[in-house]
């Protein structure tokens, strides 16, 4: 099997809180071939988006090691990983996040000229050829507030895939879509992975989530590929255990 | 489990209530045609899935928003021709609202935050101290009256929220994913404390996207696409029963 | 080709028009107000640089006057006394102390003449002629300039005037004029010829006439002497082989003069031809605006620190995933400070173009007080190059903090910010607050106000310099007017006549009483004595005399030690100011000794008067003998036969408060009646000094004030936009406020409430700081000495009243925003 394209080993995340610290990922360790598309589930504050932060570079962890494509990104500098993460990681947030001020392609344009990759003369053309992609070419002069939520995660997913990074992540990136374009955004993204894009994505989505070919839950900081079924069962259970134990308190 | 104990009085009533939001994009319609009625007593869980409009709903319910066509009572007043000062005041009296990101006032301590809405509305003059610290005993707090919300977990700030929702004693309990950024523990304790309002009177409704939550509720609405679904066709995925 | 950078700096100065407009509105008003002030005192002072040449300039002005008219000044063969006596001495190298080293000396005459357009009716303009020692075109010190036509020949009618009147009147070379005649039977339609306009840029003054150009016109001396029946010199300008030696010798100077002529030297003044007195005194002033312009350009900055402040904050996320993009902090600097340089850029070029115009104009204006002319449009460029880079630094400046501490944000931070930032609470001013007996939501708003330490005190700031500012001027400006208006309330006449030669009290007297409306006439004499209080230390002092009649209501003293004359109008013995008394270090019965021109005399002190100026008075007899104002009884030799000689004639007139007007009329008709007897004067309409002194005060304090409500709109803009962004950051809590039942009101008072506390702390900052900006003015402006300073508390009333009302002003628009949004609106996200 070939060299695995995202390694994490014994990952440690704690935080300082003012109610104590506050352990989040307790020694995690997990191997992920180029052109997976993961899908990482779990309760609320288990930690999936400090996980997915530890991914993209953007904190670091307590301890353990991460390296993707041969680069160890846990050692790197601050201003070696700016550059490596424009290069190498498409963000998709929950909420969009484009640049209000700027247009739709102006947007997808943005990362490429923070990124250096290709020619400034090329960018433009690039772009729409990206929006083109995503058929949303037609906006491509409006401002995103006259977009709706669909319009604007696929501006989002193209302005992700401007510098042509070789993994995408997103946290939650059909939280605030209808059902359609939710599935829409789905579909891209098995697209993409069949491409050699390897997409990560962090979600609540219980339906759309059973297309995804890898799922990873993560529970009280611990992770494990899981059915479904199973972790919901789990949560059901901890939940009743929890109310059982307060009825017999007062 | 416990058994719903709605009484027969309506206490909230949405008739053919319509919302349409102007964007740039378009007209956008939230809400088609919502009849709901709820009555003393009842815990009733709305579910979704992302965008239908669940949150829009309880906005309706609070007189955070209005209706754009449609008539809303709740607690006994049509909210749809006040202003928006007469609404603020209305609510204090008789909405407890609890968000899904606690919401407490970062410049107030605890027993002070949940002292404001008597102050805003102004009840239990000379005694509002004394009500806050019962308030916060019940939701079992009492040690950090004097904190700053900077100074306590997130689930104290959340049980604290609640404090603060019932200190004019509110006829109508209405929570938007009032336990979604909650621990385990937490969040049964909220549950638990809910369930407990509900069996002495208090009308509850939330919002939840947890099924497991939503399947102790005794009553479950689903919003899909701006519509109130039957109940045969509650959508079985949203609720683990 | 524009990349993100710069397309983002573009897009986001175009998306908020009304915040763009607000900061660059409070550039433009900075660099306006640097490039017009900077202006006026680099324009003036380059027009008089411009006009003067220093090899020109005097090095000693002696200013002498004769002891009564008609007094002989001139040697046997016809030349002035003074003249021979420093020829004589350079035609033997006199080593003479007081005219060695002379290089040249010339004389000056003036006075005062009345004149008309021939066939205008009775109307006589008054005017000053001018005389000089040397031929127009051979004059060596301060010579005027021809403008227009030729110099006039002597003896053949023919005159020229200063181009500041023939502007001032629409005369020009060609023009003839009358003169009103001396003596009552002369001939009055004798028509003289303008043949000369001519420019006069040095300052002109012949001891007690300040003679201004806009009604000068000169003459040769023997037809200036026609006209207006003068006997002498006023003054005389030298010039040494360098300017100490001249300085050194002024004392001197003045001995050998009054023992070897007839002229009665008056005093000196001493100048350094390197160094022109005009420039410095106009420096002086013009300093202050300068600094004040600076001033109110820095506290445009504050707003811009603030504004980028809030920009940094509201894009908290823009900046967050602009870094997930790829951009360093480096890039994100680029983008805020280009925001910022934008501001300067849009606020900096429509400044200076005003500041231009402005400052060419207050140049054109306030060049009469600067006893120049500014004639044509000017640009000032170092106004201009000050002003635009001031303008583009100064917002760049005010970035660096917040824009440098703004990109640091994480992007986690950034991206997650989800919920009301609750950081409030462990800081010692949050305990301290906790128990301050207010109710909940004053303690809220003090938290708010405290909270933001930074943004609290850039305001502040900026409110502070506003407050203290419009404190100070006031008070300054309050304490000088009383003090004018005391000064004039204690002289009691409202016409002043000075003949151009002193002549017999009783006679004079008579002519004036015969003019309708003049109810009395007194005696008057001024002259410079050297004091030396014998009781205290040996130092002398020389400290200007008045003298008058004691017994008359014509002077009204103030008391503080002593009886003076009020019982006794005829007691021998010299009454003193406070501001004498100071630095005589003397008090009532000490004896001084009082010399002038050689004669002295010893006085008991018996009255100090509080007065903000150094003076003595006396009896106008007593100084009239002292200064040699006497008509020789015949007994040379023997001064107990010497009549005294009042120098000027105060008239009080039956009319209480009269105008302008009724006391100009008064005076038109005495001098007629002293023209018709032979005797020229001078003349002061004592109710116009007060109005006019009155309006040049009130020019100079619109000026201070309007910088001072620069700052203050400058303070409040600032103050609105703290509270804005307050509104912004604090839109959340504000949503809380609402759902769990705050009324409108609440949420206004809110508000209100944090912008009065900003305002009074501020105003609180502001009281020492306008005490100290009110002394430093009135010590720039030249009056310290003169006047002791006492803060008039009830201005700082008034500031306080002002700054609540505008704190109030300045948060209504924010609260009322809070108090507009919906709930909706705010607790949506995205």
Do not use: C
Not at chain 1, 88 to 99: A, D, P
Not at chain 2, 86 to 101: H, M, P, S, T
Not at chain 2, 219 to 235: C, N, T, W
Request: hydrophobic content about 45%; glycine content about 8%.
């Amino acid at each position: 099997m070939a060299e695995p394209f995202i390694k994490i080993k014994d990952l440690v995340k704690t935080f300082d809180t003012p109610a104590g610290p506050l352990n989040v990922l307790r020694g995690i360790s997990l191997e992920i071939q180029k052109g997976d598309f993961v899908a990482l589930v779990g309760p609320s504050g288990s930690g999936k988006t400090t996980f997915l932060n530890m991914l993209t570079a953007v904190d670091n962890p307590t301890s353990g090691e991460v390296s993707i494509g041969g680069l160890p990104i846990t050692q790197a500098p601050q201003r070696k990983l700016t550059k490596w993460r424009s290069r190498n990681v498409g963000i998709v947030f929950q909420f969009f996040q484009l640049l209000p001020t700027l247009t739709v392609v102006e947007n997808v344009i943005a990362p490429m000229d923070f990124g250096n990759v290709w020619k400034p003369r090329e960018r433009r053309d690039i772009a729409t050829k990206l929006l083109d992609r995503f058929e949303i070419a037609d906006q491509a002069a409006k401002t995103p507030d006259m977009l709706s939520g669909g319009q604007q995660q696929r501006v989002a997913i193209a302005r992700a895939l401007a510098n042509n990074p070789p993994f995408v992540v997103g946290d939650e990136p059909t939280g605030n879509l209808d059902r359609m374009s939710a599935s829409n955004v789905f579909d891209l993204f098995h697209q993409l992975a069949n491409r050699g894009t390897t997409v990560i994505v962090v979600t609540h989505d219980r339906e759309l989530v059973k297309s995804v070919p890898k799922i990873y839950e993560l529970v009280d900081g611990t992770i494990g590929e899981t059915t479904l079924a199973a972790a919901a069962a789990r949560r059901t259970q901890e939940l009743r255990a929890t109310r059982t134990r307060l009825a017999t308190q007062s | 489990m416990i058994m719903s104990n709605g009484n027969n009085k309506s206490v909230i009533s949405l008739q053919n209530v319509e919302k349409i939001y102007k964007t740039k994009a378009g007209p956008l319609r939230v809400l088609k045609g919502i009849d709901l009625e709820i009555n003393e007593g009842e815990f009733v869980a709305i579910v979704g899935p992302s965008g239908s409009g669940k949150s829009t709903l309880i906005n309706m319910i609070t007189g955070i928003d209005r209706p754009t066509s449609g008539e809303v009572h709740v607690a006994n007043q049509r909210l749809t021709n006040l202003s928006e000062n007469a609404v603020a005041k209305w609510r204090g009296r008789n909405v407890g609202v609890v968000f899904q990101f606690f919401q407490l006032l970062p410049t107030l301590t605890v027993i002070e935050n949940v002292m404001m809405p008597m102050h805003y509305v102004g009840t239990f003059s000379g005694k509002r101290k004394e009500r806050a610290m019962e308030l916060l005993e019940l939701v079992d707090m009492p040690d950090v009256a004097n904190k700053y919300p900077s100074q306590i977990s997130g689930g104290q700030q959340q049980r604290a929220a609640i404090a603060r929702a019932l200190a004019n004693n509110p006829k109508v309990l209405v929570g938007d994913e009032p336990t979604g950024n909650l621990d385990v523990v937490s969040a049964g304790l909220v549950f638990a404390l809910f369930e407990d309002l509900v069996s002495e009177g208090t009308t509850i409704v939330m919002v939840t996207h947890d099924r497991d939550l939503a399947g102790q509720i005794p009553r479950v609405e689903e919003v899909r696409d701006g519509k109130l679904m039957e109940h045969e066709e509650i959508d079985e995925r949203l609720v683990a029963r | 080709m524009i990349k993100t950078r710069s397309r983002k700096i573009l897009k986001d100065v175009l998306s908020r028009k009304g915040r763009t407009a607000l900061v660059a509105t409070a550039i433009l008003i900075g660099v306006f107000g640097a490039v017009s002030l900077i202006s006026v005192n680099d324009l003036l002072v380059k027009q008089i640089e411009d006009d003067i040449t220093s090899d020109e300039i005097a090095m000693v002005r002696l200013y002498v006057t004769v002891p009564s008219a008609g007094t002989n000044v001139t040697t046997e063969s016809g030349e002035d006394q003074v003249l021979a006596l420093v020829r004589g001495a350079r035609e033997q190298d006199s080593q003479l102390r007081g005219l060695a080293g002379v290089t040249t000396i010339e004389g000056q005459a003036a006075a005062p003449v009345f004149w008309k357009k021939p066939g205008s009716g009775d109307e006589y303009e008054n005017a000053d002629i001018v005389a000089f020692s040397e031929p127009f075109d051979s004059i060596q010190i301060e010579p005027m300039r021809l403008v227009d036509g030729v110099w006039p020949q002597v003896g053949v009618n023919e005159i020229a005037i200063e181009r500041r009147m023939a502007d001032d009147y629409g005369l020009s070379v060609g023009d003839t004029m009358q003169f009103r005649p001396l003596g009552g039977d002369a001939a009055a339609d004798v028509e003289w010829t303008i043949t000369a306009t001519v420019f006069h840029p040095y300052w002109f003054e012949t001891g007690r006439d300040e003679s201004q150009p806009e009604i000068r016109i000169y003459a040769n001396f023997e037809d200036a002497q026609t006209i207006a029946g003068f006997s002498g010199f006023k003054s005389y300008y030298l010039r040494y082989a360098d300017t100490q030696t001249g300085h050194d010798q002024a004392d001197a100077l003045e001995t050998v003069i009054a023992e070897n002529t007839n002229y009665i030297p008056e005093g000196y003044w001493l100048d350094d031809p390197d160094s022109y007195f005009l420039i410095h005194e106009v420096q002086e002033v013009t300093n202050i605006l300068n600094i004040l312009a600076i001033v109110s350009l820095v506290v445009s900055g504050f707003l811009v620190t603030n504004v980028i402040s809030s920009i940094v904050i509201e894009q908290k996320r823009q900046i967050g995933v602009m870094k997930s993009l790829g951009a360093t902090r480096r890039d994100n600097f680029f983008i805020y400070a280009g925001v910022a340089l934008t501001y300067g850029i849009i606020g900096t070029i429509p400044g200076v173009i005003l500041g231009v115009l402005v400052g060419a104009a207050m140049a054109q204006e306030l060049a009469p007080l600067a006893f120049t002319l500014i004639d044509d449009f000017q640009v000032s460029t170092m106004g201009v190059v000050i002003g635009a880079v001031m303008g583009l630094l100064v917002p760049i400046a005010a970035a660096l903090f917040p824009v440098l501490s703004g990109t640091r944000v994480t992007i986690i931070e950034a991206v997650t910010d989800l919920g009301i930032s609750a950081k409030w609470g462990k800081g010692i001013m949050a305990r301290v607050i906790k128990r301050l007996p207010f109710p909940a939501n004053i303690r809220q708003a003090l938290s708010n106000v405290v909270q933001k330490k930074g943004r609290l005190m850039l305001t502040v700031i900026t409110l502070t310099f506003a407050a203290a500012a419009f404190m100070g001027v006031f008070a300054m400006f309050t304490v000088i007017t009383d003090e004018i208006d005391r000064l004039f309330n204690t002289f009691q006449f409202e016409a002043l006549i000075v003949p151009t030669e002193p002549q017999d009290f009783d006679t004079v007297k008579n002519l004036i009483l015969e003019v309708d409306g003049v109810k009395d006439v007194y005696p008057g004499v001024g002259f410079g004595l050297e004091i030396i209080n014998l009781d205290s230390t040996d130092s002398s002092y020389e400290i200007e005399a008045l003298g008058y009649d004691p017994a008359a209501p014509v002077v009204d003293l103030d008391f503080t030690e002593g009886v003076g004359w009020q019982d006794d109008p005829t007691r021998e013995g010299i009454v003193i100011t406070s501001a004498a008394a100071k630095i005589l270090d003397a008090v009532v019965g000490d004896r001084v000794l009082v010399s002038a021109g050689g004669r002295s005399g010893e006085y008991d002190i018996i009255g100090v008067v509080s007065f903000p100026f150094e003076q003595v008075f006396m009896r106008w007899q007593d100084l009239s003998h002292l200064a040699g104002f006497v008509y020789d009884g015949g007994t040379p030799d023997d001064v107990s036969d010497d009549v005294p000689l009042p120098v000027a004639f105060l008239i009080a007139m039956e009319q209480s408060d009269p105008t302008i007007k009724e006391v100009d009329a008064v005076i038109d008709a005495v001098s007629e009646r002293l023209l018709n007897k032979g005797i020229t004067s001078s003349f002061e309409n004592e109710v116009e000094q007060q109005e006019s002194e009155a309006e040049n005060m009130m020019t100079f304090n619109m000026i201070f004030q309007l910088t001072s409500a620069v700052m203050a709109a400058v303070g409040a803009i600032g103050l609105l936009t703290t509270l804005s962004m307050a509104v912004f950051e604090r839109q959340k809590e504000i949503g809380v406020m609402r759902s769990i039942g705050a009324g409108s009101w609440t949420i206004i008072t809110q508000f209100q409430v944090e912008g009065i506390i900003i305002g009074i702390l501020s105003w609180f900052v502001a009281v020492p700081l306008s005490y100290l900006l009110a002394l430093s003015l009135l010590d720039g402006l030249g009056f310290a000495e003169f006047i002791d300073f006492q803060y008039p508390l009830w201005v700082l009333g008034l500031g306080l009243v002002g700054m609540v009302i505008i704190a109030a002003l300045a948060s209504l628009w924010p609260a009322l925003t809070a108090a507009r949004r919906t709930v909706s609106d705010i607790l949506r996200y995205q």
